[in-house]
C-alpha cells in the first residue's frame, strides 16, 4: 500500500465509524495539534473528511518554536478546507494555578503528566460542546512500548487513525499530504517538560531503532524495548479491579 492508497483508507475508515458504528453520529472532529508530525498528518486527514475539523493549540508553557508549528500547521489547514474550524486555547493559567495548588506535592514528571490530563479534559470539553469526538494521535511504535499515553492530548482518544501506522509511514504521509517541512523535519517531542527535551531523550533510542526492533524479533535489542514497554504498561492496562466472589 502506498502513502496514498493510505491516507485515503484511513479518511474513510473514520468515514465508517461516524456514520455506522456510533450510536449517535458525531458532527465534528477534534484534534490537539502539537507542531509535531502525528497530529498534522491526522489532523490533515480528518480534513479530508469533509467533516467539520476542530484544531485546537494547547500551549502551556509551549517552547515558541514548537507552538509556532501548531499554529503555522492549522492556519494551513483553515487556508486549504473550508470545513476547519481552528481553537487557540491558552492552559498557562490554569496550570499556574494547579501547580501553585500543588505546590507541596511537586513532582516534574508528575506536572508532565498532569500537563497532558488538562490537555485531554480540554478536548473533550470541546467536543462535548460540539457533538464530537476526540481524535488521538498515537502511532504504533509509540503504542508498541505503550508511550502514547504521555504524547500530546493522547492521555485518553475516542479515535486513533494512525494507531497501525510506523511513524516512518506517518512521516511519508505528510510528505504526500505537503505538511509543512519544519514539522516533517522536526524532532518529536511531547512538548510536556519546561526544558524541551525530545522523545529520544526520554526513551534513550530513536523511533528508527524501535522500528528496527519490532520487525526483527531476534534483534538484540528486543530486551531494552521490552524493558521500555514494561515501565508503561499501566497506561493501557484495564484498572486493575478486586474481584469480591459473594
Known sequence: MNDKQRIEKIKNWILDYISEKMPKKATSLVIGVSGGIDSAVTSTICALTGIKTITISLPIRQIKSQDDLSKAHCK???EKYKNVEIKNINLDNVFDQFEKTLSDSNSEHAFA???ARLRMMTLYQVAGS????VIGTGNLIEDSIAFFATKFGDMAC???PIGDCTKSQVWDMGKELNVDKRI???KPTDGLFDDGRTDEDQLKISYQEIENIIKDPNHPGQKRLAEI???NLHKIFPIPVCKINN
Not at 130 to 133: A, H, K, V
Open 76 to 78: 494551513w489547514l483553515k
Open 130 to 133: 460540539n457533538n464530537g469526538i
Open 229 to 231: 514497554k514494561k515501565f
Open 113 to 115: 503528566n498532569s500537563r
Open 158 to 160: 475516542d479515535l486513533n
Open 184 to 186: 516533517i523535519d522536526a
